[in-house]
Every structure is written in C-alpha cells, then in structure tokens.
C-alpha cells in the first residue's frame, strides 16, 4: 500500500466528519444535550457550560462511512470497530444517563468496569487465537525480541486496555486536548501499520485521523461541541485495539505518554489526600494543574500536543523503523 492510499482515506474521512459536524451539533443543541461544569473546577470553564456533547458520535459516523467504503474489509477491521463502538456505546450510554436522564454520576462505576473487560477480553481472546505469535508481544527498543506472557496474556492485555480507554477519558478536558493527542497517536500507528504491511490497520487509523481532524474543527477552542465519554472511549478502545492488534501493548505508556500522565496525576493526588491530607497538584487532571497556574488553556493543549509528538518520535525510534 502507498502513502497515496493513507492520505486519500484521511481527506475522505476529514471531509464527512467536517460536514457532519454542522448536521449533527444543531441536533444535539436541540435535545439540550448540554456539557455540566464542576463547581470545583477552574472558573475559566464556567463559560463551557451548556456546550453540546456526545460529539464522539461524529467521529464514529465518519470512520465507520470511510472504512466501509474503503473497500478493505477484514477482520481485524471488524474487531477495531466493534472496539470502537463498543466503548464508545458504554460512553454514549454514560453520557444519556447523566445528561438526558439527569443522573448525575450515570453508569455506575461497576457497570462501567464490567462492560469494558468484557470488550477487553473478547479483544485479547481475538489476538491470542489469531496473532502468528500468540500471546507473545513486541518489547520496545528491542523489536526483535519477544515476551511470551503465557497465561498473563489476558488479564495483561485487559489491564492495558481498561487503563487506556479509562485514560483517554481523562485527557477529554480542554478544547482539542483529546483529540489532538489521539491524532498524533493513531498517526503513529498508522505508520508504523503501513510500514509492517498491515493494511487494514493502517487504513483504519488513517479514517480515524482524518475523522477526529474533522471534529477537532468544530472542537479546537472555544469548542462549539465536546466528545463526552460517547467519544473519549470510543476513542481509547480505537488506540487500545490497534496497539493490540499490532502486538504493540507495551508502546502505549510511551506514544500515550500524556494519557498515561493524567491517569497516574490522578492516583497520586487521591493516595496523598487519603494518606497525608495534602494534594500534590492544585487540581487532577494534570491540564487542570496547569491552568490554575496561570497557562491559558490552548497552551496547555499546545505542549500537551507537542510532547505527544517527540513521544511518537522516540516510539518510532524504539521499533527501529
């Protein structure tokens, strides 16, 4: 397959999900599909209230119309789109609860962690039976090498993929901060697919970008619609799947990077409050640290991006591509 390919997909994907976006935010206007402000939360972000979401369900529409299309269907496609729609339907559900139904806290955290190891298994049942390497996965830095993690293969892969998407929901707190690092990620993979000869992932990664470019349009701040959980774990189980498929698990903590720094944020700031009473942060997600420190929000979104960028470069370097 050539870059001509790659490029094509992402500008077919970028144009749906652009012109979707004025069809679908009036819509959600309409059902008063509202984002809700944390009291506690910086003040600057009082004015996003009200700002339609479940956007995810743009980039949805516009991955699933340009992988069907393609004409490359297969089954590792089948499997990244049933990830995909599957987090992102536990997504969708969460945000309906919370927003149409007016229950605050949504899914219960229980119901949320089920539903995701569910897919996180059917994932790693998937790869185990049909990788040419079994439960063997790639060691960066050392891409010749192998781990054979056996009987771990599965609960691993779960943890990875739970930890991931829940990651990626994290991160959706600034305007394009989700979505631009995403895109920087599946850019990664997209690459690194084409090189290996995966087509089909790299086709996949490469609808995805081109459809989170064009909701990053309608997203970049001041954002005329967010992704709400509809997306963030669409969008986690899309990166978790494909490390997966890739056998490339062990990449995530390095390429996702800034996933992997606002989730641990969190933990450490809610170990030290239980254990000393004292907070690490002046608030959890990392972004919100830095806000409340004086950084507009698009520069926090702009070095954020940024790093994820020399992140991709050393995972590029580590598989000696």
């Known amino acids: 397959m050539e870059y001509f390919h790659i490029i094509r997909t992402i500008i077919i994907s970028f144009i749906i999900s652009l012109l979707l976006g004025p069809l679908i935010i009036p819509i959600l206007k309409r059902l008063k599909v509202g984002q809700s402000i944390r009291e506690e939360g910086p003040k600057s972000h ?26 490359l269907i297969t089954k590792d496609i089948i499997l990244l789109i049933v990830s995909t729609l599957g987090f992102g339907l536990i997504g969708f559900l969460d945000d309906y609860i919370k927003i149409i139904k ?13 539903a995701q190891i569910i897919l996180a298994v059917i994932l790693a049942i998937y ?10 996965i790639i060691i960066p830095f050392l891409p010749d090498h192998y781990l054979d993690l056996g009987i771990l293969y599965i609960p691993f892969i779960v943890f990875v993929v739970v930890g991931t998407v829940n990651s990626v929901n994290l991160t959706d707190g600034l305007d394009g901060l989700a979505t631009g690092v995403s895109i920087i990620v599946l850019s ?27 909701f990053l349009i309608h997203n970049a701040h001041p954002a005329k619609v967010i992704m709400g959980d509809t997306g963030s774990l669409a969008l986690g189980g899309a990166i978790s799947g494909i490390a997966i498929l890739m056998n490339l698990p062990l990449i995530l903590p390095i390429v996702g990077g800034i996933f992997f720094i606002e989730t641990l944020s ?14 690490v942060f002046l608030m959890s997600p990392l972004h919100h640290h830095y806000e409340l420190k004086g950084w507009k929000e698009t520069k926090v979104v702009g070095v954020f991006w940024f ?15």
């Open 46 to 71: 009082l004015s996003k209230s009200g700002t339609p979401t479940m956007g995810g369900i743009i980039i949805f529409m516009a991955l699933l119309i340009t992988v069907v299309t393609s004409g």
């Open 102 to 114: 007016k229950r605050n806290l949504g899914l219960r955290a229980y119901q949320k962690l089920i």
């Open 127 to 136: 790869q185990s039976n049909t990788s040419a390497v079994g439960t063997k």
């Open 188 to 214: 990664f993979f997209s690459l690194v697919a084409l090189n290996w000869g995966l087509d089909s992932i790299s086709i996949f990664s490469s609808a995805l970008i081109g459809a989170c470019l064009g």
């Open 266 to 279: 969190v933990i450490i700031q809610v170990v030290s409050f239980k254990l000393t009473g004292k907070r």
């Open 307 to 321: 790093v994820t960028a020399i992140l991709c470069i050393i995972g590029i370097i580590s598989l000696k591509i």
